[in-house]
């Protein structure tokens, strides 16, 4: 009797879920890859619906934090970037911080945001964040285009070495998704939460060589970067785009370390609270 | 007599758990919880609810509003898990979900076809081998590449009834949705869900509609504050429960 009721295949959510289950969990969301990209498409597509300039907002903000910040940092306050021009270093750093910071707000918000479906239908639920962390590799793509024009603009040519650019980016995608997808299911439970990211964001950004060089950090005070993978990853694409300088294999190996305990944790939390996600919405 | 393989949703002993006002804001959570009492007091929507369902048969859950009818049909979509007993389930579900659920107002018919029936979890080449199908049965046509946010609340149903029946359900979970179209779709709908019953497909109806109930249902579940009340034919169950609605006050009174 007890197993005749053995499914034949697995649909709803799992009560108590352990870490045997990663895995199986993790084909799951493979098999169901189809969904992650109808998902993300979505998004996209519902993004910026009903505004006059449509996806054209996904420049504005990048470029208009561009001309304000070069403008204060490199004309009232001279931040000192030898060899590069400021606006070009500046924006190195922001594409990245942006991609970073948009995911996490836009995958906190995510689960609850798609409340009416998540009490309905079950399919793996971290498919939520993890589109909208997608939506945003998406943004970053185009905004990218940006920095082709700034380069251009200023006859400053990418290195040879931004070919290691996809595994630097690989990591930081790893490291987003592994911070998003618990903050999404941390939010059902606390509202707090979104804010909460608001105001971290908001600080990380300082703490981060977005608008400054990191060089010109105090060594006492170089531990707290060292601890920071934006400002490992921030520093490693202006190296490897603007000065061409490769990334060291020992720091590559650690930053990717990082990233994948981050994500292991990340997911492995999303998923034991996943089963209480329709009863707190 | 009935073996084993043919029960294809089972449920032992369930009950469910609530806790009102679980989580809202850290501000009232942690003073709660520093008081030894973070959350209050629990609801149960289910009290050791037991019953199986066969394969092919289509069952009925009525009772009043909140008595614990849609978290029956949660605990089988797989959408919440019970806070004790088992609840076992073979086969694919679909659910009818209600009216825009799973809908992007912003994208058109066309897109939410494939949104939807993905998170059905057909794969892309079902969804257009059936597209057709689809968009024929909810009769929408000259509205296919229309937002849906133009659409009455009657195209909704039709377009939502539409993906989820052609999602090759094994078990279909149907939640008062179909009381929103128009009469003739919805005698469609009873035709198609009749089909559904010759294929053998297993459907569990939650629904106020008593007649529905009484002409369509094979099996009947009473509930009332999440107990089983009663069981059965369901021109048996239908009435004791209208007995029970109808009749005279309580005895307290």
Known sequence: MEQTLTPSRRTGLKADFSLPDMLPALLELWRRRELLFHMTVRHLKGQYKQSILGYAWTFVNPLSQMFI?????STL?????????????LFMGLLPWNFFSASLTSATGSVAGAASLVTKVYFPREI??????????????ASSVILVGLMLYYGHPPATTTV??????LIHLIFTLGLSLPLAALNLYFHDVSFLVGVALTLWFYLTPVIYPIDIVPARYELLFNLNPNALL??????VVLQGISPGAERLLMGLAISVATFIVGYYLFKRMESGFADSI | MRTASDTV???????KRFRLHQGRTLREFVPALLKGHGFSEPFYALRGVSFSVARGETLGIIGRNGSGKSTILKLIAGVMAPTSGEVHVRGRISPLIEVGAGFHPDLTGRENIFMNASILGMTNREI???????????????????????????MYVRLGFAVAVH???????????LSVGDIEFQEKCMAKMREFQRQGVTIVVVSHGLEMVREFCHRAIWLDSGHIMADGDPRHVVSEYERAALGPAPSTY
């Open chain 1, 77 to 89: 306050i001279r931040v000192q970037t030898p060899g590069i021009p400021y606006a070009l270093f």
């Open chain 2, 128 to 154: 257009r081998e059936r597209f057709h199908e689809i968009v024929s049965f909810a009769e929408l046509w000259e509205f296919v590449d229309t937002p849906v946010k133009r659409y009455s609340s009657g």
């Open chain 1, 128 to 141: 939520l964040p993890i589109a909208a962390v997608f939506t945003k590799v998406v943004d970053l793509a």
């Open chain 2, 9 to 15: 949703i089972e449920f032992r002993n369930v009950s």
């Open chain 1, 164 to 169: 290691w650019v996809p595994l630097l980016f």
């Open chain 1, 69 to 73: 910040l070069t403008f204060v940092f």
């Open chain 2, 167 to 177: 999602s090759d359900p094994d078990i279909l979970l149907v939640d008062e949705v």
């Open chain 1, 234 to 239: 921030i520093e490693a694409y202006r190296r």
